[in-house]
């Protein structure tokens, strides 16, 4: 089977490993390298790293619908297009290239959070279960005949960056159950159900604000949820706080306020939520180095409640 292998963030690596074992990848396509760090130095996707370990053919197209990568596909009699994580819209004359059409793996239970950051809003959402969807791209977004699907439990203190490191290596696994019962033509796509649909689009800087008048268990869910961007914060006084990891309590707030910090005796971090207190294990001042909760709180002057 002719593959061509689409993909540029970590999710993409494992996909990229096990096809390349499984079948062969005849060209990789990721973006072009971004500039990262104070030096604005370029660096390479991680798509990119491990297509050079590998040796394999690799394009880095501005766009992938310019004529001159679609002239490089068109060249290669693919039969599929695998894509994980690339980070561009692929227009019909891409996707409807190969014989057999163009497979997405999409972390999510489709028709569940379409879109682009399907892990971090299914854990904000406080979702206890999860999976990888392979399906044939089409022009909506994330709408295609869905191929196959497998799910996974979320743990009620997993991180979207530990979610995603163990749905990247599910969806290594279904890609190459889905290509193998394309190849031996056992596998036939279906339409997606039309109930139960949802979006997952982008974060944004604010998506991390925390509002302290919600539950605790919905502050936690944020902070697990955007990490590692654009991460949960408040602010305390005139200075922003990121809020790197929490723990539930099962302390009412009682006559603590929401935002309100409770009292150092008790040499920990808790805060006052709309119902039970939350404990800040890891926070990190604006300009200021990462540091526990208990060391924040030993430390901290007034005003006492964040805002």
């Known amino acids: 089977m002719n593959l061509a292998f689409f993909g540029t963030s970590e999710f993409a690596c494992p996909a990229l490993r096990a096809v390349d074992d499984a079948y062969g990848v005849k060209l990789v396509v990721t ?10 130095k370029l660096h390479p996707s991680a798509v990119k790293l491990v297509s050079l370990e590998r040796r394999l053919p690799l394009i880095q197209p501005k766009s992938i619908n310019d004529p001159e990568a679609l002239q490089v596909l068109s060249g290669l009699s693919l039969d ?33 959070y379409r879109g682009a950051a399907p892990v971090n809003w299914a854990i904000m959402r406080g979702e206890i279960r999860t999976g990888v969807a392979t399906f044939f791209i089409e022009k909506g977004l994330d709408t295609g005949d869905m191929l196959m699907m497998d799910d996974l439990e979320i743990g009620p203190d997993e991180t979207s960056i530990e979610l995603e490191d163990r749905l990247a290596k599910l969806g290594a696994e279904v890609i190459v159950k889905t290509l193998n019962g394309l190849a031996a033509g056992s596998l036939h796509a279906t339409p997606q159900p039309t109930n139960g649909v949802s979006l997952a689009p982008s974060l944004t800087r604010e998506n991390g ?16 949820g955007t990490l590692p961007w654009p991460g949960a914060w408040t602010t305390l006084g005139n200075h922003r706080v990121k809020i790197h990891s929490t723990q539930l309590t099962g302390m009412a707030s009682g006559i603590l306020q929401p935002g309100a910090i409770g009292p150092s005796e008790s040499n920990r971090l808790l805060v006052g939520t709309a119902d039970r207190l939350l404990e800040i294990m890891q926070v990190q001042r604006e300009g200021k180095s990462s540091v526990h909760g208990c060391d924040f709180l030993h430390g901290m002057h007034l005003p006492e409640s964040f805002i």
């Open 80 to 112: 599929a297009i695998v894509v994980a994580s690339y980070g561009q819209l692929l227009k019909p004359a891409v996707f409807d290239l190969p014989r057999l059409g163009t497979i997405n793996i999409h972390a999510s239970l489709l028709p569940a």
């Open 31 to 40: 973006q072009p390298d971004r500039p990262a760090g104070r030096h604005a």
């Open 209 to 224: 604000r925390i509002e302290w008048n919600q539950s605790a268990t919905q502050i936690h869910n944020l902070v697990r």
